[in-house]
């Protein structure tokens, strides 16, 4: 049975042959039969047939003889015939430079350990530093070393096609089938051979760990393995990995110069690239793979490149924004062709890897979904692709970018692979989804409390801008001008994920950054081409310096607001408006331009009317007009509470507790102040909680003075929550009070010293009427008017 196969092809050969020598004497005999009825020229050509036919047979024959012999030999082994004489199949690696100390570590965990993989990206030179290991540790091994390249013309080879290989070299039985019984009778038989001898085994280039998962773990008690592949064999038992880097700049700056020096052509010149800081950027932009190192560093040498000039063309293609148009240059196309690493990588996962470069901070995995437009299990599986190949890391949040290191080199293929349009479709599909995903999120911050029942657990905006912030403000504070480049409904969306920003921003209370992201909006063309957007930006900018207690800043930002909007832009503009002149004791003027905003509201506008009436209700509380802000502001909590807008209804009913207060309605007084605590501990605001709790303190002590100690640690609290920041009217508004829940309680001295820490605060935050107040209960005249919130 085992013959058999054999003796055909040999038998089909000779049959080939001797049909062709058959086949030509026929061939002759009807040319001399037919001679006497056709014409010279007629028997010449059936003679050159019949040559041609028997020349025809004898190839034939030769060829199947041919294929006999190489069928006789394990797949791909041609060149591996010498080993079975034990000879050493060994390989110097050519031009091995720097990596100092890494082939001796290899060394020295062959000596107790009986299996080592060399483990890195691919084309890391991990096969380089297992060879060098190998050749230096050959006094180790006098009975043999031999070496199998399982990835021999960029095929990797079967199990079945390893263990017939290395059968081979060794001497033993092939294995009679991919079957694992089979597969695990070939590699006992070979390790059994190799048992009592000091004999090295080097696996290069194994792709993934069931190309030599049949040989371990290893048996032989002399004999080593020494593996070189993909990160993957570190999770296999019984072999001890040994992960390769890449070089560091100093040994990449060698690989780039050692590359040079061995070129043919003399350039004396040319500075040595050792001292060049320029080589060093090179290395960095190429991510000190050492394939692409060392060729760049040979084509420098042999072209005559100039360092700065290189440098310059890998940043212009790693750097340019990638909506402009850019010239691929020579340089960048060398670079990226010698990637073996990325180019052994599937279609998409390359494709993945390049768009991932858009980002330079982490994403999610929806947002690369997101961003790829492809299904969340199949990101799933291209990432897994990309971290196998070291290409990705993982940040927290299962978020995932390019390594920093690839970054630049990502960049690159960026730029050469996909066009502009392609480029710019990506960005569109990515700033989409952002400002989906935040206007959900600042929706869902609105309701605070009330519908956290409704929410699911995972729902969590707080987390999500907090996870996302750093990508948020990355897309959106893009440089002057680069919106402009792409299509009007990018510039929409992302305009409204910079709304959605600031929302959050502005809860926060991150201040900087929401001034920061308002004067990018102003800064940008469209802003000037577009009213809306431009008022916008000026509203919010108003908003944020009547946070910073700067009222005159913020009214004359409202002013530019409320100039460069329509009529109905302009009411939330008003408003806010409005309440800045409140804070300037402008009060008529307030009450016209909130009436205004009330009026320019739509009718179904119920947030913004709340909003309106919540303002109205503060200026003609500030007007002592007491009936009428007691009803604006009761409208206003219940059209809050319907809309389930708990910060609006805690704002409403933090300015109740002073209405009920002066009213002399001192139950509605605490019920309002103790529901207002109730939200804002819900919502997570220490600033308006601050608020509160001022107004509930100060609405305690106008009821009695037995109600002092509660005013006291709630005025406690308040004074708490406002520490740290600037000093403002707020807190010195609080030290006020506290020192009069201390004098309520008997402690004079105590009460002397809030009180002129109050004066201080309130003179340098320009307070003056609680500068009065201070004063006046220094000297005796104590007052106990409370603060409006």
Known sequence: MTGSPSRRPRLLSALLAVGGVVGAGASAVLGNITGNLLSELSLTVLGSASVGLAAIGVVASFVVEWRRRREQLPAGEEADTQASSNAPTLPWPAGYTGRRGQAETVVALLAPEHAVAVVGRRAVGTSWCAVQAANLSRADFPDGQYYLDVRRGGRARSPREVLAALARIVGTGAPRSGRPDDLADAADELIGQLDGRKVLLVVDNVDYPAQVRPLLPPTARTCRLLL???????????????????????????????????????????????????????????????????????????????????????????????????????????????????????????????????????????????????????????????????????????????????????????????????????????????????????????????????????????????????????????????????????????????????????????????????????????????????????????????????????????????????????????????????????????????????????????????????GLGAARLARHDLESAHDLLVRAANSFRSLGDARGYAAALTNLVLVHTAMGEHLDAAQAWRAALREYESLGDPTNRAVALLNAGVALLGVAPGQAQQAYDLLTESRRLREGGRPDAGLGRTLLHLGDAVAALGRPEEARRHWADAAAICEVAGDEDGQQAADARLCGERSTEPRRG
Not at 323 to 336: D, K, Y
Not at 590 to 612: K, T
Request: glycine letters at 6%; proline letters at 6%; hydrophobic letters at 45%.
């Open 228 to 614: 070189a592949g993909t990160g993957r064999l570190a999770a296999l038992d019984g072999v001890m990995a040994y992960w390769l880097a890449e070089p560091d700049v100093d040994d990449a700056v060698e690989m780039f110069a050692a590359a040079g020096a061995a070129t043919a052509v003399p350039r004396p010149h040319r500075p040595d690239p050792r001292s060049d800081p320029a080589v060093r950027d090179i290395v960095e932009l190429c991510g000190r793979q050492p394939r692409v190192v060392t060729e760049l560093g040979r084509r420098s040498a042999q072209h005559g490149w100039r360092h700065d000039d290189v440098l310059r063309a890998l940043r212009r293609a790693a750097d340019t924004p990638p909506h402009q148009r850019v010239a691929v240059s020579p340089v960048t196309g060398l670079v990226t062709a010698r990637d073996t690493a990325y180019h052994a990588l599937s279609g998409e996962a390359r494709r993945l890897w390049r768009l991932l470069s858009l980002s330079r901070v982490p994403l999610d995995r929806s947002t690369i979904a997101a961003l790829a437009n492809r299904r969340p299990h199949r990101v799933a599986a291209l990432l897994d692709e990309l971290a196998d190949g070291a290409f990705v890391v993982g940040a927290p949040g299962d978020r995932y970018e390019v390594r920093p290191l690839l970054a630049g080199f990502a960049r690159m293929h960026l730029r050469e692979a996909e066009p502009v349009h392609r480029r710019v479709t990506v960005q569109a599909r990515l700033t989409r989804h952002l400002a989906r995903r935040a206007e959900q999120q600042v929706a869902a911050l609105a309701t605070g409390a009330l519908d956290r029942d409704h929410r699911l657990p995972d729902d969590d905006p707080y987390g999500w801008f907090d996870l996302h912030q750093e990508l948020l403000l990355a897309v959106v504070k893009v440089p002057a001008g680069a919106v402009e480049s792409l299509p009007r409904r990018v510039r929409d969306w992302w305009f409204r994920l910079a709304v959605a920003l600031c929302g959050w921003l502005a809860h926060t209370e991150r201040l900087d950054e929401w001034e920061d992201v308002c004067r990018t909006v102003l800064a940008n063309p469209t802003a000037q081409d577009r009213p809306e957007i431009a008022g916008w930006a000026h509203n919010e900018l108003g908003v944020l310096r009547r946070r910073r207690h700067d009222p005159y800043g913020a009214v004359a930002a409202l002013s530019l607001a409320v100039a460069g909007q329509g009529r109905r832009g302009t009411a939330q503009a008003r408003m806010n408006l409005g309440l800045a002149l409140i804070d300037l004791g402008r009060i008529d003027e307030a009450v016209e331009h909130l009436e205004l905003s009330r009026r320019h509201r739509a009718g179904s506008d119920r947030a913004g009317q709340a909003l309106s009436d919540l």
